[in-house]
């Protein structure tokens, strides 16, 4: 079946505005995540969910970050006033379930660039 | 917490020969999961191969292979027969009991012709 797909690809903003940054992960995983890559912080963790709750937010950086995820399925990743230190590459990985305990496989999506003027 | 780390950030190796990366990790968990994941130009990271802790046996996936040593606490990546195709960026991740992964800083591999 198709992997994981995000949109956009690549997302030019300017300081300040907010942006969505959306994920669909491969049909009947249970887990998503969100990790951030950048030249300064390698790639790091952001947040979790297993189903619709999000377990684990210690990866995000500020309150201007906030994820959600519906219907199990689709997730949708907000930074609010975008500042320049948040352009990065935002990637967006499922695997088949996340229970506590254990690491599934995880599969990535083509990741989003977002640039902040 | 848990740590991943690659001392090497580029390597390179002729077409058609063998280049290892190498990866070492630390944490106080028994049961858990190491990985490599390649990421080309394209920013796609792809699963190469995976290994689960409890297994001695090394894993092998066509012309890679692992060499996990537990105690040591050392995962490296062997490819063999390397092709153009296999020019990328090397991430080895540690998953365990907290689901998230935690990456290494990564090794720029360069296949010359």
């Known amino acids: 079946g198709a992997g994981v797909s995000q949109s956009p690809s690549n997302k030019v903003t300017e300081k300040g505005k907010d942006v969505e940054l959306r994920c669909d992960p491969i049909?009947?995983?249970?887990?998503l995540y969100w990790y951030r890559q950048s030249l300064g912080q390698g790639l790091e963790f952001l947040i979790y969910f297993q189903g619709n709750s999000a377990p684990d937010k210690s990866g995000l950086p500020s309150d201007r970050f906030s994820a959600e995820r519906t219907g199990g399925s689709v997730s949708t990743l907000t930074i609010q006033r975008t500042q320049q230190e948040d352009s990065a590459v935002y990637l967006c990985a499922s695997s088949l379930d996340g229970l506590a305990g254990r690491t599934d496989t995880q599969y990535f999506g083509p990741g989003t660039r977002l640039t902040v003027l | 917490a848990q740590t991943v780390t690659q001392s090497q950030p580029e390597m390179s190796v002729q077409e058609a020969e063998t280049v290892t990366l190498s990866c070492t990790y630390d944490?106080?968990?028994?049961?858990?999961?190491l990985f490599w994941y390649k990421q080309p130009p394209s920013r796609q990271m792809i699963l190469v191969i995976r290994q689960e802790a409890y297994k001695q046996q090394n894993a092998t996936e066509n012309r890679f292979s692992v060499n996990f040593q537990k105690a040591a606490k050392s995962f490296s990546l062997k490819i063999s027969d390397s092709q153009l195709g296999d020019a990328a960026m090397y991430f080895c991740?540690?998953?365990?009991?907290?689901?998230?992964?935690?990456f290494g800083t990564g090794t720029l591999l360069a296949v010359q012709p």
């Open positions: 049909s009947g995983h249970t887990a």
């Open positions: 944490t106080s968990e028994s049961d858990y999961y």
């Open positions: 991740a540690y998953g365990g009991a907290t689901n998230k992964l935690i």
